[in-house]
T-cell receptor
Framework: ELKVEQNPLFLSMQEGKNYTIYCNYS?????LYWYRQDPGKSLESLFV???NGAVKQEGRLMASLDTKARLSTLHITAAVHDLSATYFC?????????????WGAGTKLIIKP | KAGVTQTPRYLIKTRGQQVTLSCSPI?????VSWYQQTPGQGLQFLFE???????NKGNFPGRFSGRQFSNSRSEMNVSTLELGDSALYLC???????????FGSGTQLSVL
């Protein structure tokens, strides 16, 4: 059974610091997704990572994928308060599940001024 | 272009009642997925519809059902509501399955 684990599940940090959120998955998957959810709001797509070694960056967020290690990282550089949100990763499930998305539990990130 | 529209935004029901939620996808999006989100259980997949056919179903009881119309709009229905059904119900759409998802604002359901 494909499982997706995120860590940490909760992170409180100061503005200006760097930190990394990790997303591990248990079996081979072709694609990995990162989504952001602001408090009381819906989810918004951040990145779609399609291949081993893929790296995507948007502003202070950078995501990477290592399919051999079954690991994706979401790196936050010089955090600002506006990045406070819950971050979810998800992967495509196996073909026999019609590639149903498997979601991590989410990492709640609080950035203090 | 218009985003994913979910109606209603808020709903208050009592135990035993039934409820229907609606999702209108972005034009051209044929895949519609439904999720239940609660503070304790996180994001739980309910089902996905593509071209009026249910492609995937999560581990929810039969009280939860859905359908998709020829214009790709989707509805989900919950019958015999229980207190534990109180949650934010999110609809997500895409052109094809598992392409980047676009989420609606959700329907916050409270069961009293």
């Amino acid at each position: 059974e494909l499982k997706v684990e995120q860590n940490p599940l909760f992170l409180s940090m100061q503005e200006g610091k760097n930190y990394t959120i990790y997303c591990n998955y248990s079996t081979t998957s072709d694609r990995l997704y990162w989504y952001r959810q602001d408090p009381g709001k819906s989810l918004e797509s951040l990145f779609v990572l399609l291949s081993n070694g893929a790296v995507k960056q948007e502003g202070r967020l950078m995501a990477s994928l290592d399919t051999k290690a079954r690991l994706s990282t979401l790196h936050i550089t010089a955090a600002v308060h506006d990045l406070s949100a819950t971050y979810f990763c998800a992967v495509d499930g196996p073909m026999d599940s019609n590639y149903q998305l498997i979601w991590g539990a989410g990492t709640k990130l609080i950035i203090k001024p | 272009k218009a985003g994913v529209t979910q109606t209603p935004r808020y709903l208050i029901k009592t135990r035993g009642q039934q409820v229907t939620l609606s999702c209108s996808p972005i034009s051209g999006h044929r895949s519609v997925s439904w999720y239940q989100q609660t503070p304790g259980q996180g994001l739980q997949f309910l089902f996905e519809y593509f071209s009026e056919t249910q492609r995937n179903k999560g581990n929810f009881p039969g009280r939860f059902s859905g359908r998709q119309f020829s214009n790709s709009r989707s509805e989900m229905n919950v019958s015999t509501l229980e207190l534990g059904d109180s949650a934010l119900y999110l609809c997500a759409t895409s052109r094809v399955t598992n392409e980047k998802l676009f989420f609606g604002s959700g329907t916050q359901l409270s069961v009293l």
